[in-house]
T-cell receptor
Framework: KAGVTQTPRYLIKTRGQQVTLSCSPISGHRSVSWYQQTPGQGLQFLFEYFSETQRNKGNFPGRFSGRQFSNSRSEMNVSTLELGDSALYLC??????????????FGEGSWLTVV | QKEVEQDPGPLSVPEGAIVSLNCTYS??????FMWYRQYSRKGPELLMYTYSSGNKEDGRFTAQVDKSSKYISLFIRDSQPSDSATYLCAMGGSQGNLIFGKGTKLSVKP
């Protein structure tokens, strides 16, 4: 059974640009969440999608957005990139995140460097 | 006060030692508790999941939850160099999203 797949794995962008990251969850999983990981702040929750609807959102500015498609694949977008957006962006999937005792599995992440 | 506190270490132990990793939390609403292992430049890998107070064992790993004290632990028996990684505690409630500790970096020396 394939795990959570994230693309691209590594990318470098310039300040002011925008970036789109992609996530394919484990087959059959309908919940996809995104987290940002930095050395200073650790892992922080960005948002969660379930059945194409954003169900929960963390405390990040509106430059961070996402969406989910009918096949449960998800994308997140960061517009007007800032140096502080350099981080590992992790996608996590579950049958139904956190509810009914379902466990949450992470992908390998997308390493974003903003220069 | 942060919702989840975890000593960042680093923690260095000799091979074969028993390792104890801990987190404290302040939010009584947390219902389930997880431990993840993260190797350098990799995504977190789920090690243990529990939602009740008490112990849960899986091979060399034991997860312990004490909801009354708001304290969780992960014990690693007979530690191996391959256990060298960062260990993250994570907790969740009805909202669904996980709140993570900052992680403890563990090094097991041969």
């Amino acid at each position: 059974k394939a795990g959570v797949t994230q693309t691209p794995r590594y990318l470098i962008k310039t300040r002011g640009q925008q970036v789109t990251l992609s996530c394919s969850p484990i087959s059959g999983h309908r919940s996809v969440s995104w987290y940002q990981q930095t050395p200073g702040q650790g892992l922080q929750f960005l948002f969660e999608y379930f059945s194409e609807t954003q169900r929960n959102k963390g405390n990040f500015p509106g430059r961070f957005s996402g969406r989910q498609f009918s096949n449960s694949r998800s994308e997140m977008n960061v517009s007007t990139l800032e140096l502080g957006d350099s981080a590992l962006y992790l996608c996590a999937s579950s049958l139904d995140q956190g509810r009914s005792g379902n466990t949450i599995y992470f992908g390998e992440g997308s390493w974003l460097t903003v220069v | 006060q942060k919702e989840v506190e975890q000593d960042p270490g680093p923690l260095s132990v000799p091979e074969g030692a028993i390792v104890s990793l801990n987190c404290t939390y302040s939010n009584s609403a947390f219902q389930y508790f997880m431990w993840y292992r993260q190797y350098s430049r990799k995504g977190p890998e789920l090690l243990m999941y529990t939602y009740s107070s008490g112990n849960k064992e899986d091979g060399r790993f034991t997860a312990q939850v004490d909801k009354s004290s708001k304290y969780i632990s992960l014990f690693i028996r007979d530690s191996q160099p391959s256990d060298s990684a960062t260990y993250l505690c994570a907790m969740g409630g009805s909202q669904g999203n996980l709140i993570f500790g900052k992680g403890t970096k563990l090094s097991v020396k041969p």
